[in-house]
């Protein structure tokens, strides 16, 4: 006989009441069924696991090691039962993250992470930072579940759905001839010199400022490539040369900078969620999806 959940039930009612009769009550059974029950579960174990007469019940030695055993396969079962909820329900186990470096300067992206944290405080988070293009592969292979990245073209096994949508601005320096205006064209930076990201990095943004430079049938003069946006600030802010960003590095706040609108209205920006479209969406991937489905 295979020894079931409810034997070692039976029997820890038993052991514990240490009366049929009591047993029997407290699990709701008649007591005839009750005495069978653990006379089937002592055959199983080949032992006796109880003495008893018509005026007491007592636990042998095997049967007190049994109960200890039979309290911790039970307490097992319950946990891996809960752990199994947990999974299942998205309230534990991780979540692997990559987003481009712009993703955190939106506001609402971090809040998002924030609020993800607050709701699910079990189920850990694993972020990395890496350039858009450089998401694609670890998304395929499954090291991570979830890219937040600039609009870049996919394979047919990742999918997506758009978050934002922001504009791109030029960036001069404060003592800049252009520094005064509200609003610029992109024809009025033909002439200038320009920190641009660094063609071999691979970069989203690289395709997409230049792809908008080259619509409007401005050539840029790149003087320095720089491997990051952060940088192209940075070099931009010792008057080294303009540029153009998504609006929201604005956020990076340096005083020698000045961020100015596009006249051009397609001078815009998306930011993605990219999955994968072949594997299991887990259920804190599901979570997450619908927290920043709340942004688009």
Same mark, same amino acid.
């Given at each position: 006989?295979?020894?079931?959940?409810?034997?070692?039930?039976? =029997?820890?009612?038993?052991?514990?009441?240490?009366?049929?009769?009591?047993?029997?009550?407290?699990?709701?059974?008649?007591?005839?069924?009750?005495?069978?029950?653990?006379?089937?579960?002592?055959?199983?174990?080949?032992?006796?696991?109880?003495?008893?007469?018509?005026?007491?019940?007592?636990?042998? !030695?095997?049967?007190?090691? =049994?109960? !200890?055993?039979?309290?911790? %396969?039970?307490?097992?079962?319950?946990?891996?039962?809960?752990?199994?909820?947990?999974?299942?329900?998205?309230?534990?186990?991780?979540?692997?993250?990559?987003?481009?470096?712009?993703?955190?300067?939106?506001?609402?992206?971090?809040?998002?992470?924030?609020? =993800?944290?607050?709701?699910?405080?079990?189920?850990?988070?694993?972020?990395?930072?890496?350039?858009?293009?450089?998401?694609?592969?670890?998304? #395929?292979?499954?090291?991570? $579940?979830?890219?937040?990245?600039?609009?870049?073209?996919?394979?047919?096994?990742? #999918?997506?759905?758009?978050? #934002?949508?922001? !504009?791109?601005?030029?960036?001069?320096?404060? $003592?800049?001839?252009?520094?005064?205006?509200?609003?610029?064209?992109?024809?009025?930076?033909?002439?200038?010199?320009?920190?641009?990201?660094?063609?071999?990095?691979?970069?989203?943004?690289?395709?997409? %400022?230049?792809?908008?430079?080259?619509?409007?049938?401005?050539?840029?003069? %790149?003087?320095?490539?720089?491997?990051?946006?952060?940088? %192209?600030?940075?070099?931009?802010?010792?008057?080294?040369?303009?540029?153009?960003?998504?609006?929201?590095?604005?956020?990076?706040?340096?005083?020698?900078?000045?961020?100015?609108?596009?006249?051009? !209205?397609? *001078?815009?920006?998306?930011? +993605?969620?990219? +999955?994968?479209?072949?594997?299991?969406?887990? *259920?804190?991937?599901?979570?997450?999806?619908?927290?920043?489905?709340?942004?688009?």
């Amino acid at each position: 006989m295979n020894i079931e959940l409810r034997h070692l039930r039976y =029997f820890i009612a038993v052991a514990e009441e240490l009366h049929f009769g009591r047993a029997a009550l407290r699990l709701n059974i008649s007591q005839p069924p009750l005495s069978q029950q653990i006379r089937q579960l002592e055959e199983a174990v080949d032992a006796c696991l109880f003495v008893r007469n018509n005026r007491r019940v007592e636990l042998t !030695t095997a049967g007190e090691q =049994f109960l !200890t055993d039979a309290r911790a %396969i039970l307490l097992q079962v319950d946990q891996a039962s809960e752990r199994a909820s947990r999974l299942h329900y998205g309230d534990s186990g991780e979540l692997r993250i990559g987003f481009t470096s712009s993703a955190p300067l939106i506001k609402q992206i971090p809040d998002v992470v924030y609020r =993800f944290r607050r709701r699910y405080p079990d189920v850990h988070l694993h972020l990395q930072d890496r350039n858009s293009r450089q998401l694609l592969t670890p998304l #395929q292979e499954g090291r991570i $579940d979830l890219a937040i990245m600039r609009n870049t073209p996919l394979p047919d096994d990742l #999918q997506y759905r758009l978050l #934002q949508t922001e !504009t791109m601005c030029a960036v001069v320096h404060k $003592d800049h001839p252009l520094a005064g205006e509200r609003k610029i064209s992109l024809q009025q930076l033909r002439d200038e010199s320009f920190i641009f990201f660094d063609h071999q990095g691979g970069t989203a943004l690289y395709s997409e %400022i230049l792809g908008l430079l080259q619509r409007y049938e401005v050539t840029p003069n %790149i003087t320095l490539e720089v491997g990051d946006a952060m940088a %192209i600030l940075g070099l931009v802010a010792t008057g080294l040369g303009v540029s153009i960003l998504p609006r929201s590095f604005r956020r990076a706040r340096l005083s020698e900078v000045v961020w100015l609108e596009l006249t051009e !209205t397609d *001078a815009r920006s998306e930011l +993605w969620m990219v +999955w994968s479209a072949h594997r299991q969406v887990t *259920a804190p991937l599901r979570h997450m999806l619908e927290l920043l489905a709340t942004l688009s």
